[in-house]
């Protein structure tokens, strides 16, 4: 079963400056959503392109800010993704949450410390 990478986020210290430059450089459409500096990020006009998110620098990882961009992967079932991730030698950073009208996702970092989340979305992409 496919596991695609269904969006991006990108961590900002000053999201305005930020989007600023993905405007300009890039072309790419913000919407506001959820929480304050948090938006969607339309990056091309096509089902083919990959949409994204933008919010303040976080930490996903304690003591160590998140640096470019993290991806999401959506998947099937996050409880099954939960046990797999541990079973291939990830750990999960972020426990199982819940976003509404989104879906279920947990962070978590592979085998190479890079920090990801597996999202089981309300509407299968």
Request: with cysteine.
């Amino acid at each position: 079963m496919p596991n695609p990478v269904a969006n991006f986020g990108i961590n900002a210290n000053d999201i305005a400056r930020g989007r600023s430059f993905y405007e300009q450089a890039f072309g790419w459409r913000f919407q506001p959503w959820g929480p304050p500096n948090f938006y969607l990020i339309q990056t091309g006009g096509d089902s083919a392109a990959i949409d994204g998110l933008m919010h303040e620098r976080r930490e996903l990882v304690k003591g160590t800010p998140t640096i470019g961009f993290e991806c999401t992967i959506s998947v099937e079932d996050i409880d099954a993704t939960i046990r797999a991730i541990e079973s291939a030698g990830g750990k999960i950073i972020m426990p199982k949450f819940h976003i509404p009208t989104v879906g279920k996702g947990v962070y978590f970092t592979d085998t190479e410390g890079n920090a990801v989340c597996a999202m089981q979305y309300e509407t299968p992409r």
